[in-house]
Nanobody, 126 residues
Framework: QLQLVESGGGLVQPGGSLRLSCAAS????????IGWFRQAPGKEREGVLC????????TYADSVKGRFTSFRDNAKNTVYLQMNNLKPEDTAVYYC???????????????????WGQGTQVTVSS
């Protein structure tokens, strides 16, 4: 069974950091580019960024540039989303998604991605 599982969400104060994990089972992530998405209450799902097979980053959301990045640990079959200088507007459920291929889609269209995790809640609040 092909599965993605996110973890690492939680409550953090503004200006703090969190690292989310996206672990795969049933397939190897090094054959996939991995997108990170988020959805806040009452809003549409938004593409955050994507990491390609070589580790190159495509940032979809201008609001996270310079604050969020992603990296792979192929030995652990896991991709991470490192979030720094968090803001209250970053509060959302965060999802990882896998797209078979080496290069990230130019557009953060959810239909480009084949497998999705269940999401993890990130809350930024003082």
């Amino acid at each position: 069974q092909l599965q993605l599982v996110e973890s690492g969400g939680g409550l953090v104060q503004p200006g703090g950091s969190l690292r989310l994990s996206c672990a795969a089972s049933g397939f190897t992530l090094d054959s996939y580019d991995i997108g990170w998405f988020r959805q806040a209450p009452g809003k549409e799902r938004e593409g955050v960024l994507c990491i390609g097979g070589s580790g190159d980053i495509t940032t979809y959301a201008d609001s996270v540039k310079g604050r969020f990045t992603s990296f792979r640990d192929n030995a652990k079959n896991t991709v991470y989303l490192q979030m720094n200088n968090l803001k209250p507007e970053d509060t959302a459920v965060y999802y990882c998604a896998a797209d078979f291929g080496f290069y990230c889609p130019n557009n953060a269209a959810p239909y480009e991605f084949d497998y999705w995790g269940q999401g993890t809640q990130v809350t930024v609040s003082s």
